[in-house]
């Protein structure tokens, strides 16, 4: 099993910037990849940024390229991501999530960070 747990998430005004924390715990050695979802009130969750847990390769959503790095420190178990020039849009429960080395999808979450941008 692998705990995962958020945080850094407040609020903010637009244009700022806020740096959001994912520690993960229990089998660690058992995570291929991890990333970073969102969900507004009335949407649905919508994946944001994956980064492998060995080689650090990273992927990003359209709507937050070049606005948002997804990095990690394997010492401390911590996945980050830091959103900048954000925007009331934003505004959302973020979510980290963990893929097991054998598993097809993200069997592992967190319990979510809210994150409110206002204008």
């Known amino acids: 099993q692998v705990q995962l747990v958020e945080s850094g998430g407040g609020l903010v005004q637009a244009g700022g910037s806020l740096r959001l924390s994912c520690a993960a715990s229990?089998?660690?050695?058992?995570?291929?990849?991890m990333a970073w979802f969102r969900q507004a009130p009335g949407k649905e969750r919508e994946f944001l940024a994956v980064?492998?847990?060995?080689?650090?390769?990273?992927a990003y959503a359209d709507s937050v390229k070049g606005r948002f790095t997804i990095s990690r420190d394997n010492a401390k178990n911590t996945v980050y991501l830091q959103m900048n020039s954000l925007k009331p849009e934003d505004t959302a429960v973020y979510y980290c999530?963990?893929?097991?080395?054998?598993?097809?999808?993200?069997?592992?979450w967190g319990q979510g960070t809210q994150v409110t941008v206002s204008s």
């Open positions: 999530a963990a893929q097991h080395v054998s598993a097809a999808n993200y069997g592992y």
């Open positions: 229990g089998r660690t050695f058992s995570i291929n990849t």
């Open positions: 980064i492998s847990w060995s080689g650090g390769n990273t």
